[in-house]
């Protein structure tokens, strides 16, 4: 040790200086190394260059925490580092209170709200204070149910699993995707039981699962073409057009917020759901509200997820930061793109 500390003096205050600048340009290097990692992971969406822009991140940590340490003493290091810390915690606990929502920002995961938003983009949040106030203000449809109407529904929510396919032959083999070369016809099928049939096996089939009707249910589905596109190929596909709430027939409005609710362990999504809002149910004074991401052609109680409860929703957006969000996802595991994140639907153009 005093040897070291000799030949640390006999070097002088110049050479320390110089090693300090040399691990600064590594340090910018290894930045600029995650800019370009989380660039090229934005672009292709490679779970392996996801993985190493983690591990990079990780690095990035360890090496900034030492040279702090090594550079102002193990006591101020960890006293900067404490600051540093402190300081994000007090900018987001101002957001959240200027926001009025305890998660004033989020990552959108997935490409279901494609053209709006993108898989990466940066929402910020405000929170809802007032939903009567905010369905009035938004202009957001409400539908009044009863309590009994819908405790019933929510019973029997297998029943509201339903969309429109197209279908071949005998009714089992089915797609959104229209073959246009080839005849088709157009059928109901319960979405929970498709998936079950095509994954696990299922008496019957897929044919089995196609619906006959709507009637006696309080939500019901129409549908209509639109266009999905695929690189420089479109192609035709179904969607829900409209829907109808007890006597109210309501059509997709694209001016309807967005918001982010969390899903339930009820729900086939899971995670925090950034969708826009399709309708709203008060059901005696509580609102429930039916959303659908723009790019999905049905709408999230189709694909077995529940009316979306006041007390899940984190917030509403009111501004979108593109790829700011890639750094949430990357830490959060969220390495592999999702399905959806090479089609477009048009069907609103």
């Known amino acids: 040790m005093n040897a070291r500390r000799n030949a640390q003096r006999r070097q002088g205050p110049g050479a320390a200086k110089k090693g300090n600048r040399r691990s600064e340009l590594y340090l910018w290097l290894l930045y600029i190394l995650l800019f370009a990692l989380i660039a090229l992971y934005a672009l292709y969406g490679s779970a392996l260059v996801g993985a190493a822009a983690v591990l990079l991140i990780i690095a990035l940590v360890v090496l900034e925490v030492k040279a702090s340490i090594a550079n102002e003493g193990a006591k101020r290091g960890l006293l900067d580092i404490g600051i540093a810390v402190g300081a994000a915690i007090v900018v987001w606990v101002l957001l959240a209170a200027f926001l009025q929502t305890a998660a004033p920002l989020d990552a959108v995961s ?21 939903f009567s106030s905010f369905v009035a203000q938004k202009h957001i449809p409400v539908v009044s149910m009863s309590a009994s109407a819908f405790d019933a529904m929510q019973r ?80 035709k596909a179904l969607y829900t057009s409209s829907i ?14 967005i918001i982010v609710y969390r899903a339930t362990g009820n729900d086939a999504f899971s995670g925090d759901i950034v969708h826009r809002v399709y ?39 009111v501004a979108d930061v593109p790829a700011l969000g890639y750094v949430k996802l990357l830490l959060s595991g969220q390495l592999a793109t999702p399905a959806g994140c090479n089609t477009t639907l048009s069907a609103h153009k």
């Open 156 to 235: 029997n929510m297998s029943n509201e699993f339903l969309a429109y396919f197209a279908y071949y032959g005998n009714a089992s083999r089915i797609t959104y995707v229209l073959e246009n070369s080839t005849p088709y016809n157009v059928g109901l099928y319960n979405t929970v039981c498709v998936s079950a049939a095509d994954y696990y096996g299922r008496p019957g089939g897929i044919a089995g699962c196609r619906v006959g009707g709507q009637a006696g249910l309080p939500i019901w589905y129409s549908y209509s073409l639109g266009n999905l596109s695929y690189g420089n190929y479109v192609f």
């Open 279 to 317: 309708a709203a149910l008060n059901v005696s004074g509580t609102y429930y509200f039916l959303t659908k991401g723009d790019n999905n052609q049905a709408l999230d109680i189709e694909f077995g997820n529940y009316p979306v409860n006041q007390s899940d929703v984190v917030g509403y957006v």
């Open 244 to 257: 109808g709430i007890l006597n109210t027939s309501l059509t997709e409005n694209y001016s309807n917020p």
């Open 110 to 130: 997935s490409c279901s709200m494609l053209p709006t938003m993108h898989r990466g983009d940066l929402v910020v949040l405000h929170g809802i204070g007032n």
